[in-house]
């Protein structure tokens, strides 16, 4: 049995629930990493009334730790939602689904006729739940030198172009500082600038916006994932992982929606020995080549969607009289781009985490270290008689 996480709770219920099933004994716990994560997840341009006011997350840890770390046993937490208490006690059925949301699909899947039941579980509120579970699992990767990051490439069409194959860790975690001061995301001052004038003008019509988001891991061990079998290909799991993300509609592998408009010879990434250590003349793979991590940086990039609540008037049906209808207009973000972003850090952290403990064993940290200190790579014997 391997790491793993629920989530339970509805968005305007009176609390979101996690338990962290399988982490390593050993490792340390501090609530207010917990909580700064949780805020770097509520920040964001274009962020609605209720994340940015209503809301400010605390993680109440319940279980499964003892003098600040984990003790091997499920680590429980609540997430209280402070919206619960502005609820009417008995609102109004919905019955026009809102094209874009999960309201039709999840209506008929779980036999539904009051939309709101669907919605209330389908809202992105819900990962805050998913950032404090992998705020568990960041001091385990920092342990191993694994640090996870983020930035903004787009937002509606404003776009800053950055060539993923050439950024090196340091590269990476420079445009990850940049991106944390600005309330985008965006390491480019002047991208921001014209970020923020599109998610204005939407706002101002009504509409919403979506966008991209890199998310990064450097330090990451090579060996992580594997080619022998489809379902423990690393750059799979990570994939489904981020697309699992509310309203993310693709993700790339490195540069990956590039290195298909051109020549294979242009897109390799050479192996050379650089003071004696094997080195990578670029990164196109992402840091991943058949489903294993390779050393480099694992790089991605995930699309999302403009989120379907806005203003306009919705072509829709209500399923009670059987006519057109216009489903009412919900409070909506414009652009929750930014915190995508945070969830995406979240969901590749989480996996690489997972990877680690397939690698090393995961009962207690100590024992992990050890095992990553044994592995000795190919070529290791040959460096070390200073060839
Ligand atoms: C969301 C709609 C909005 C967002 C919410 C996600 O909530 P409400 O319908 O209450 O205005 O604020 O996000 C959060 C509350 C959060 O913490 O991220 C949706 O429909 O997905």
Redesign the pocket.
Known sequence: MTLRFLTAGE??GPELTVIVEGMPGGVEVRGEEIDRELLR??QGYG?????QR??R?HAEIVSGVAAGRTTGAPVAMRIV?R?FANQPERPRPLTAPRPG?ADLPGAIKYGMEDFRHV?ER???????ARVAAAALVRPLLAAFGVRVGSFVTEVGPECLRVRLEGLDAAALAGLAAAAEEDPNRCPDADASARMREAVDGAGRSGETVGGAFVVFATGVPPGLGSHVHWDRKLDGRLAGAVCSI??VKGVEIGPATEVARRPGTEVQDPIVLRDGELARMSNFAGGLEAGITNGQPVVLRAWMKP?S?VRAELVSVDLETGERADPPY????VS?VP?AAVVGEAMVAWVLAEALLERFGGDRLDVMLAAAAAVRGPGAATREAGR
Not at 330 to 333: E, L, T, W
Request: charged share 35%; hydrophobic share 25%.
């Open positions: 968005s305007h997840r509520q962020r609605g009334a209720r994340t209503i809301e997350d939602n919206d949301h919605r389908a809202s992105a509120r819900e990962t805050a509310h309203a989120l609540s919900v409070r909506s973000d929750a915190p």
